[in-house]
């Protein structure tokens, strides 16, 4: 995988939840989480240009039989909106159980699932794209 900064979004009805990426493509890191809706195009948009990203990757929120059901249009459809708003490639990865992983993580930091309601969505955002960078740097070894 080439160097630089990448970005992950976990796409829901009320927030999208953001990550990114260091440079070298090892850690991935939470930030902000941005409200669903018109404005999140523009938000994501400018947080390609202040971090250079590379890449956004789009979580797939895929049924645990891999069909695609109704989040998976969502998804679809935002990254379509997303696409006249960035110039760098988008992909979607399964993003099936990251918030289950998200939420465990959480929990076993003493957060409970009420007082981390905001932090849920880019908790999820990071294990996508952690699991990304985790197989691009096995495939590299």
Known sequence: MPKGVR???DVGTVRIGVARSDFHGILAVPLDAVAAGD????MIALL?????????????PLKMDGTEGTSADMARDWVTTLVG??????RFVDERLTTVQAQR??????????????AIDSASAVVLLQSVLDAAGSKSE
């Open 7 to 9: 970005l992950a979004c």
């Open 39 to 42: 404005e999140s195009f523009k």
């Open 48 to 60: 390609v240009e202040e971090y250079d990203a590379v890449e956004v990757i789009v979580g797939l």
């Open 85 to 90: 708003h960035v110039a760098i490639p988008i």
């Open 105 to 118: 993580g959480l929990h076993a930091a003493g957060r409970t699932i009420k007082n981390s309601r905001s």
